[in-house]
């Protein structure tokens, strides 16, 4: 079982609709990352989280939003979607130390996401 | 510029024979780290082995080990005794040192093994 839980695994949304993609992590990391990742394109970063701050934003656009309560938690706000938002939305965790670049993204299950 | 190249979109081997998936990157940091992931059908992406820019040896993980070969910036994985569980899409990603906590990874390599 991984260390780090996304829910839902699928999600199917209209343009209209607002959702939110939870995931927990279980591994007492202190980053916490969103990746998309869309068929034949390398995974794209979109939000880092790093001591429950957000230390990079990937021009990514507004109708994504996210939220970071805790080191634990991170959720993906959507609201407008547009169907070429579809994509495998996956969660990441990490610990981050000063200096060591060694640390491997432990990831989730990600979220099958389908606008319509 | 793409950071990470990975050439081969698709790659097929025999079952218990070895196979080696590209990769090579571009970066002017001298600090800089190596990794690769097996992401199976059912999405999840799965640490496999890292290699640092200063480590002076390949890095091995059981079947999996690096030919890293910093003059020419590649950092191949080799799979060695192919299992046909080994069948993935497998990525390769950089981080580097001046670059923050994120990845870049390419686009992947989807690998079949067959009987």
């Known amino acids: 079982e991984t260390g780090v839980t996304q829910t839902p695994r699928h999600l199917v949304m209209g343009m209209t609709n607002k959702k939110s993609l939870k995931c927990e992590q279980h591994l007492g990391h ?43 938690h991170l959720f993906l706000h959507l609201h407008t979607l547009q169907p070429e938002d579809s994509a495998l939305y996956l969660c990441a965790s990490s610990q981050v130390v000063a200096g060591n670049i060694n640390s491997p993204l432990h990831f989730g299950n990600g979220t099958r996401l389908t606008v319509t | 510029a793409q950071k ?45 082995i890292y290699q640092g820019s200063y480590d002076q040896q ?30 993935a899409m497998y990525f390769c990603a950089m981080r580097e040192g001046g670059g923050g906590n994120k990845l870049t990874f390419g686009t992947g390599t989807q690998l079949k093994v067959e009987l």
Do not use: H
């Open chain 2, 4 to 48: 990470i190249t990975q050439t081969q979109p698709g790659m097929f081997v025999q079952e218990k024979e070895a196979v080696t998936l590209d990769c090579t990157y571009d970066t002017s940091d001298p600090s800089y780290g190596l990794f690769w992931y097996k992401q199976p059908s059912s999405g999840e992406m799965i640490f496999l």
């Open chain 1, 30 to 72: 202190n980053a916490m990352y969103w990746y998309k990742q869309s068929a034949k394109k390398p995974l794209e970063l979109m939000f880092v989280y790093s001591l429950e701050e957000r230390v990079e934003n990937n021009s990514v656009p507004s109708r994504f939003s996210p939220e970071c309560p805790n080191s634990s």
């Open chain 2, 58 to 87: 390949n890095a091995t993980e059981g079947r999996y080990s690096l030919n890293f070969q910093k003059a020419r910036k590649s950092a191949n994985l080799v799979i060695s005794a192919s299992q046909l569980g080994d069948s």
